[in-house]
């Protein structure tokens, strides 16, 4: 049996997590918007239009923040087509993913979802075939109380109050020659902080997200971050960071490479924010924001991507995850925890269909996908403080990772209900292992949950006619005594343990 010891001291932490890295993402893109949040006409859809069988399960996902238009799509979006009377609404042309949108769901509408699901709006401004003039509309728009132009107009479709969006991105991917109006990291880095003046300017509140690459495969990257920051780093307080696994070689042991692969840019993207603070001799450090992330591999042929005689909100890269991908998520979720001193915020991309945590059928169910539960239990049970984990287990290699640790933790505690709980991924796919955490200086405890999330087939996907084939179970072998935890692991098993005080 393979073994690992964990030992936590409550007075030794990472940082604070900010909820805001349990976000989810909703990008006009396939069926993610139309049929999946929003679908008139559905059994279970309210006089909005949504569907409130995904918006329960959005909140049992625990999603806290959620971004949106986009995505590609973004970058050649008007804001001003998506508000004011929907039969006024222009249909256009959506040249990031070959298909018409309608616009019957636009800014207004997303905000009264957001609340509805009781979740913070994360807005993008196009910075793709617009800029800074449309982006100082659009808050003032959203944002400012009355009295002017963009404001009234607000008003007068029946928004009264300013919906307060406090995060937003500048612009999406536009290193990307994908990304519609791509543009080097000169164009972007200057328009982004003339962009992020102007907002700040129009509401000084707001947090301001700059675009990084789009994935740390890109050519660009490194010299884009540098680039970028250099121009708009006194104007904006995050940089972006997009990535999504794979498990081309069908190997779950190199599979969970990506999750290293992950740590290494997060610290990489750090590094290179704080050499431009250091060469301007700055204390303020960039924070970083994960705002796309999620396995996507498997629906990701040209086929799935565009539909001869653009279709309006045609099945776009229905990703069907298995229980290996939820693995692999949950081990992206420590990681994300165990950064929590520069990951600020992060989007499981997407929410629903679109390589989504949910699935519907139009007119039919909804189910959560594998993914879904990892991120449900790190949401869930993420509160507080991230500690310090002094970890010894077992490792293995692979052709690109020397040393992999068998063992994945995550402890975090929360000071204000003295709640600790322990994540814990087994990635040996044949051992069990022994778990055993010292939890010191966190006085007695007792066990309020454990679950783990096991599967005898990796393989395993929950679908339209077996949507529970992979859910978490309780977890039978853990147990307390005194300040020792202690269970065992199943091979290949995402493990959560909570404790309560007393
Ligand atoms: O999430 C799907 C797409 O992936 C987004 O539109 C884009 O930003 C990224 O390339």
């Avoid at 993610?32 to 959005?58: M, N």
């Avoid at 040249?95 to 993008?124: D, Y």
Wanted: contains cysteine.
């Amino acid at each position: 049996m393979l073994q690992g010891h964990i030992v936590v001291d409550r007075d030794f932490t990472i940082a604070p997590l900010d909820r805001r890295v349990f976000g989810t993402f909703v990008e006009h893109m396939g069926r993610c918007v139309y049929g999946g949040i929003f679908e008139p006409g559905h059994p279970t859809a309210d006089a909005h239009g949504f569907r409130q069988d995904v918006l329960a399960l959005t909140r049992e996902l625990g999603a806290t923040i959620v971004r949106y238009p986009g995505g590609n799509f973004l970058s050649g979006y008007n804001w001003e087509d998506g508000v004011g009377p929907r039969d006024q609404r222009p249909k256009r042309l959506d040249l990031a993913w070959g298909s018409t949108e309608t616009n019957q769901f636009g800014t207004n509408e997303f905000i009264t979802w957001c609340k509805a699901v009781g979740v913070e709006p994360m807005l993008a401004v196009n910075l793709g075939t617009r800029g800074p003039d449309e982006a100082r509309h659009f808050i003032e728009y959203c944002n400012h109380p009355g009295g002017t132009h963009y404001s009234e107009l607000r008003r007068s479709h029946g928004y009264d109050q300013p919906h307060g969006v406090r995060f937003w991105c500048l612009g999406n991917e536009m290193d990307g020659p994908w990304q519609i109006c791509q543009k080097t990291a000169a164009e972007y880095g200057r328009v982004a902080q003339e962009t992020a003046k102007v907002m700040r300017w129009v509401d000084p509140g707001v947090q301001l997200t700059a675009c990084g690459s789009s994935n740390r495969s890109m050519p660009t990257y490194g010299h884009w971050e540098h680039d970028v920051l250099e121009r708009c780093f006194e104007q904006v307080d995050f940089i972006s960071l997009h990535q999504y696994f794979r498990n081309d070689a069908d190997d779950i042991k190199s599979y969970f490479g990506v999750i290293e692969d992950l740590d290494s840019f997060i610290r990489e993207v750090a590094a290179i924010a704080d050499a431009i603070a250091a060469k301007r001799r700055s204390p303020k450090r960039i924070m970083l924001s994960l705002d796309e992330w999620n396995v996507w591999y498997k629906a990701h042929t040209p086929d799935d991507l565009r539909k001869p005689g653009w279709p309006v909100a045609p099945p776009l890269i229905e990703e069907v995850y298995n229980f290996e991908d939820a693995l692999v998520v949950g081990g992206v979720l420590i990681t994300l925890m165990n950064n929590s001193d520069r990951v600020k915020a992060a989007c499981l991309a997407q929410l629903v269909n679109v390589i989504g945590a949910i699935m519907t059928e139009p007119g039919g169910p909804a189910w959560r996908q594998t993914i879904f539960h990892p991120f449900a239990h790190a949401s869930r049970f993420g509160q507080g403080e991230v500690l310090r984990t002094r970890i010894r287990t077992d490792s293995y290699s692979t052709s690109t990772h020397p040393k992999l640790d068998f063992l994945l933790t995550s402890v975090v505690h929360d000071p204000a209900t003295g709640r600790a709980t322990v994540f814990a991924l087994n990635r040996s796919s044949s051992d069990e292992m022994q778990l055993a955490v010292e939890l010191r200086g966190l006085g007695k405890r007792r066990l309020a949950h454990a679950s783990q999330l096991h599967h005898t087939d990796l393989k395993a996907a929950n679908t339209r006619s077996t949507p529970r084939a992979v859910e978490p179970t309780e977890h039978r072998t853990a147990s307390l005594a005194g300040d020792r935890l202690e269970a065992t692991l199943r091979p290949v098993s995402w493990n959560v343990c909570v404790m309560d005080p007393g």
